[in-house]
């Protein structure tokens, strides 16, 4: 599978068929990142950039809000590894690795601490983004990445 290259992406969950979204678009820290329904804002766009060698195995990289106001182009994190705190902005870089799928879609797993944790939509009643234990198969913790600049997945 490909890996994305460099570049301003949207990102969608798969199970929820929701976008990670900026809530607001506002970029004071500790705002909360939730799924929201697709509607093409700055808020919905991600820079991805890798944090690894080129032709390296890995596929580490960093996922930035695409806002560039005042606080922009922040990262977003977790306090906890538990699962019922949800994912927030903050100015802090965050290194995830992407784990590929054979459907196009990718797991997106946090590189520190608990190595077993994946950013996930896990209520389909509350749209919070956050962290729980990877699932294999589970839809809810997949992830589909569009170029914003000509809305193709990456295949």
């Known amino acids: 599978m490909p890996f994305p290259s460099d570049g ?3 990102v969608r969950n798969i199970g929820r ?11 004071t820290e500790g705002n909360q990142i939730q799924g929201y329904a697709k ?4 808020a919905q766009q991600w820079m991805i950039k890798r944090q690894n060698e080129p032709g390296s195995p890995n596929k580490t ?3 930035q809000s695409n806002n560039n106001g005042n606080n922009g182009n922040g990262c977003f994190a977790t306090a906890s590894e538990d699962s019922d705190v949800p994912v927030v902005y903050t ?3 965050f290194i995830v690795d992407l784990v590929g799928r054979m459907d196009n879609t990718y797991t997106i797993s946090f590189t520190l601490g608990n190595e077993n944790l994946v950013l ?5 009643k509350n749209s919070a983004v956050k962290l729980e234990n990877h699932v294999a198969g589970t839809a809810r913790q997949q992830w589909e990445f569009t170029r914003v600049s000509d809305l193709q997945p990456i295949t």
């Not at 509607?39 to 700055?42: A, E, H, Q």
């Not at 996930?120 to 389909?124: C, R």
């Open 8 to 10: 301003v992406y949207f």
């Open 120 to 124: 996930s939509i896990p209520s389909a």
């Open 61 to 63: 990289v960093s996922i």
């Open 17 to 27: 068929d929701l976008m990670l979204d900026l809530t607001g678009n506002n970029t």
């Open 39 to 42: 509607n093409g804002t700055v």
């Open 91 to 93: 100015r802090q870089a």
